[in-house]
């Protein structure tokens, strides 16, 4: 039995999916990259380094709008048949996964949130006090080595965004100036 899907949902489905395909497009360009990054920060042995919550929430993001993407084209292919129980039962897979994935990106952004500036802590890094390096920054925070480091105008001048190659760069910076 057929049935009409209205226009506008399959506008957003395949908006949604210019928008999975950026996002995989992205995650696989540097999203993974970052993550990898900034979950072996505190071992790297860099006299600086940046804390940055958010990042613990890229791979999941990415994780859930693909399951939700997926989740969008098979209601749409519900709407068209209706008496599918393959779809309904996929359905009803998809629903469990985005509420796992949901939970999973919960509980991962307060454990990273706790554990890292732990094991930060434990490998000889301590966060620099306020108003000092990335002050502006709400959700990134800078750890350092050596306390002095967070009050040198120098590095405060390199450090203007939390990638990777700026954080490489102000080390560098940091090393010279030794």
């Not at 790297?44 to 969008?72: D, K, N, Q, R, T």
């Not at 094991?119 to 920054?137: I, R, V």
């Amino acid at each position: 039995m057929r049935h009409e899907v209205d226009s506008f949902y399959l506008y957003c489905l395949a908006g949604m999916s210019l928008v999975v395909v950026g996002l995989t497009w992205f995650m696989f360009a540097a999203g993974f990259d970052i993550t990898t990054t900034h979950f072996t920060y505190p071992t790297s042995g860099l006299a600086l380094i940046m804390f940055e919550p958010a990042v613990s929430c890229l791979v999941l993001g990415w994780m859930f709008s693909v399951v939700l993407f997926v989740y969008g084209a098979l209601n749409s292919v519900k709407a068209l048949w209706l008496e599918n129980d393959h779809v309904n039962l996929a359905l009803n897979w998809l629903i469990w996964t985005l509420a796992i994935l949901l939970l999973l990106t919960i509980f991962m952004v307060v454990a990273y949130y706790f554990i890292w500036p732990l094991w930060a802590s434990h490998n000889g890094y301590q966060p620099c006090p306020s108003f000092t390096l990335f002050w502006g920054e709400p959700l990134v925070t800078a750890w350092v080595t050596d306390i002095e480091i967070c009050h040198n105008d120098k590095v405060d001048a390199v450090l203007e965004n939390s990638l990777r190659e700026t954080v490489l760069r102000a080390n560098k910076l940091i090393e010279n100036l030794k």
